[in-house]
């Protein structure tokens, strides 16, 4: 097995964690995902990245973790990250800016840190799952322990 970036950083960080690899043929939706490691969705978050426009026409970057099968309700959203206003941001944006190709986006280790916000529904399990830095690999964690690793908040998110 490759050891990815999120990986580096949460054993750096003293952070247990768990590797999940699965075969993504057959989808890399945070959905399919739940569906291959047999764990509710619930408990398999995806990693949204979005952008506001900023007064100087330049975007500041956030990064929202909710549950698998839920959406994110952008103004709960922008209310979490302190801002009026924000929106998803262009895929073809999202390997320059975090280094992670869709479907293997984690919320560790992107190319910089941006500011991230967990649903608060990660809480309410022992462990959650995110992408783990790559297609095809998820970490398990529990989200009290990812505050070791990167600067998270945790909120709610979803509509």
Do not use: W
Not at 13 to 22: G, L, S, T
Not at 41 to 55: G, H, M, R, S
Request: with cysteine; proline share 6%; aromatic share 8%.
């Amino acid at each position: 097995m490759i050891k990815t970036n999120a990986m580096r950083i949460l054993e750096k960080a003293k952070v247990p964690f768990k590797v999940y690899e699965y075969n993504p043929k057959e989808g890399v939706d945070a959905v399919s995902v739940a569906g291959y490691l047999n764990k509710p969705v619930e408990q398999v978050f995806k990693t949204l990245v979005t952008e506001a426009p900023t007064q100087q026409h330049t975007f500041e970057h956030y990064v929202f973790v909710i549950p698998a099968h839920k959406e994110l309700d952008v103004k709960k959203a922008a209310k979490a990250a302190g801002i009026k206003s924000l929106e998803m941001m262009p895929l073809k944006k999202l390997t320059p800016l975090t280094g992670y190709i869709h479907g293997g986006c984690s919320p560790i280790g992107m190319k910089k840190v941006f500011p991230t916000y967990i649903d608060k529904t990660a809480l309410l399990y022992d462990t959650f799952c995110v992408s783990g830095g790559k297609v095809g690999v998820t970490l398990e964690l529990k989200a009290e322990d990812i505050q070791s690793a990167i600067p998270v908040s945790f909120a709610n998110l979803t509509l």
